[in-house]
């Protein structure tokens, strides 16, 4: 089985390797697919290109056999909805996707096109950002969507659930990154080197 891993990816940086690679271990996935979004519906603007993007996340991921990227949603050249995605890789599995997702993200479910739909069709991964963030996320859940089908440990339900995965607090965020860039702030360490390289050459943020 695999995982899909959706996201801006403006820019892509350590803390998104990191928790792939967790993920992948954790689950035991065969690799983890990441799909840069086109133009997310929740957001104002992208802040570099989909074609910037796309070849920071190629430079990050080029040593690891075990992520790929889909060019899914950036050849529709329009705005991306997860619900196309999760049915289209649905479709091209056999079998309802595993999609990593935050739980800041997520705890904005209700707002996302067909969130019941999502929640029958899809194997959602919730990773924490907080020492709270669990319960937040299940007390959601029942609120919100009358939604019981939580898994804590690494074991498959055989119905679509949402898996809740204790993630390494990594505080590193696009967000920051951009910021730092934009203030002639050094972001070494936040990413990978070949992408800072990357950044400052196409001089992108300024």
Known sequence: MIALFGGSFDPVHLGHLRIAEDIREYYQFEKVVFIPTYLSPLKYKHYSTPEDR???????????????????????ERKSYTIDTVKHFKNFLGYSPFFIVGSDAFLTLHSWKEPEELLKLTNFIVVNRDINDFEN???????????NNIVL???????PAVYLYKSR????????IRERVKNNLSIKFLVLPEVQKYIYKRNLYK
């Open 54 to 76: 796309l070849k920071m996340l190629k430079i990050a991921i080029k040593d690891c056999p075990y992520f790929e990227i889909s060019y899914y949603e950036v050849n529709k």
């Open 137 to 147: 996320v299940k007390n959601y859940l029942k609120e919100m969507f009358n939604y």
């Open 153 to 159: 440990e690494n074991n498959f339900s055989s119905e």
């Open 169 to 176: 607090i990594l505080e590193i965020s696009s967000t920051e």
